[in-house]
């Protein structure tokens, strides 16, 4: 392992090769994250098989679970989207808000269901309509996903049941009553900041912009009956509503068949599944849709999935690379030389972790691992803790880029550039973690 300085030389070399690749060499971004994952293995001095294996650790790991909700969500959003469900949602929603006024209710959307959901879940979910309010508002898609995408990611980063927030209460002793109280109150602010406030500043202005429309499933595909707007909403709904029971299930119900068949059907993957099997069936029986155009919407949905599932993959290879290279540890070692409070330590820690590797849970379990002794000693109230713990989840908020899997999943997604997710997603991230450690440093002195 190199020195710790030599690691973080190491680390932002990496990260700048990769940006330059991608952004001034045009190489498509899943060969340069190969490519600078083992490049960066290497450079850490591991041998070469253990620089494969962790490329192959990392993407197995990412791809066992991402590829089959991307590929069921996916399929999802093109069966709503080729039967005008999406399109009726849309229409409502902003016939029900306004078009200036959607970017709030979308917040709202993202506070909510970001309490029992993973973000890339949330997010995967609900991307259809982003993409048809920004078609039908002639708008770009920015304008929409960002209020959406910053209240996903600031109750992933600061409540339960999300691993992070989680493993940083068990890790540091956080109150959990407290840390739901706190993580709201520092996280909503930071959802509104970063989301409608800085879409309608940076992308308030009417029309698609340099980008375009954004791509849909749909474009190619054959169209299919209207679903209409409540069978529509309902395989919206069914597998958030599915993913919640389960969640609860788990927290609430003593260990029995009820919270099996519960937490059962609101995995991922089993809720997801029910989904298309609603909407399917909905429209090959009530409104009479042929079963082959409904297969080929479906097929035609993966072909986007396809790529997202492969730069996911690469992502997380390269992000594995760093953590077995023990980058984590080395930023860890450069930051604690310095004599700082603790909130401000646990930001800095988490913020530098993660951007050297990319993980928001990997950024929080480090920053809270070395955070834990600190406040034994410093006699911190349980209010302070769990102020710390919100200034953990804000640290590992910041700078998405190009070795954060959510980073990829969001350009892909939408249809950015890597130029204009940097200056939407990484901007928007970085402002809802500031937001977010500043509330709680406001907080501090009456928590």
Request: include cysteine; hydrophobic fraction near 60%.
């Amino acid at each position: 392992m190199a020195e710790p300085w030599s690691s973080l030389s190491i680390v932002a070399i990496s990260i700048f090769a990769l940006i330059a690749m991608v952004l001034r060499l045009k190489v498509p971004a899943f060969i340069a994250l190969l490519v600078v994952a083992l490049a960066t293995g290497l450079a850490f001095g591991a041998p070469a098989a253990d620089v494969l294996a962790a490329v192959r650790k990392g993407t197995g790991e990412a791809l066992g679970f991402v590829a089959v909700v991307i590929g069921l969500g996916a399929m999802l959003g093109g069966l709503l989207e080729a039967s005008g469900g999406v399109g009726a949602l849309a229409h409502r929603l902003l016939d029900w808000f306004g078009e200036r006024r959607a970017p709030w209710a979308l917040v709202v959307v993202g506070v909510i269901v970001g309490i029992p959901l993973f973000f890339d879940i949330g997010f995967i979910v609900l991307a259809p309509l982003l993409t048809t309010l920004a078609i039908r508002a002639k708008r770009r898609v920015m304008y929409f996903a960002l209020p959406l995408l910053a209240g996903l990611l600031t109750m992933h980063a600061l409540l339960p049941p999300h691993p992070g927030p989680v493993a940083v209460a068990e890790l540091i002793g956080t109150d959990y009553g407290l840390l739901a109280l706190y993580g709201l109150a520092c996280g909503i602010p930071a959802a509104i900041a970063a989301g409608p406030v800085f879409a309608m500043l940076a992308f308030g202005q009417p029309g698609f912009g340099e980008s375009g429309p954004p791509p849909r499933f749909d474009e190619d595909s054959a169209a299919l009956p209207a679903i209409g707007f409540t069978p529509a909403l309902a395989g919206m709904l069914i597998p958030l509503t599915l993913i919640l029971l389960a969640a609860l299930a788990g927290g609430l119900l003593a260990p029995g068949l009820l919270r099996t068949v519960l937490e059962f059907i609101g995995h991922p993957f089993t809720a997801l599944i029910i989904a298309c099997g609603f909407v399917g069936l909905w429209l090959r029986l009530k409104v009479g849709a042929p079963l082959q155009t409904i297969s080929d919407v479906m097929t035609k949905a993966l072909a986007p999935a396809g790529l997202m599932v492969l730069v996911v993959g690469a992502g997380a290879a390269y992000k594995e690379v760093l953590i077995q290279s023990g980058a984590g540890d080395q930023v860890t070692a450069a930051v604690s030389a310095f004599n700082l409070s603790v909130p401000v330590f646990a930001f800095l820690l988490a913020a530098f972790v993660r951007v050297a590797q990319g993980s928001a849970t990997v950024s929080m379990v480090t920053a809270a691992g070395l955070a834990a002794p600190l406040i034994a000693q410093a006699g911190l109230s349980p209010g302070q803790i769990a102020l710390v713990s919100v200034s953990i989840g804000a640290g590992a908020s910041i700078a998405s880029h190009v070795n954060d899997t959510g980073f990829w999943l969001v350009r892909t997604y939408l249809g950015l550039s890597e130029a204009q997710t940097f200056r939407s997603w990484t901007v928007s991230a970085t402002i809802a973690g500031l937001v977010m450690f500043a509330m709680a440093m406001l907080l501090w002195s009456f928590a």
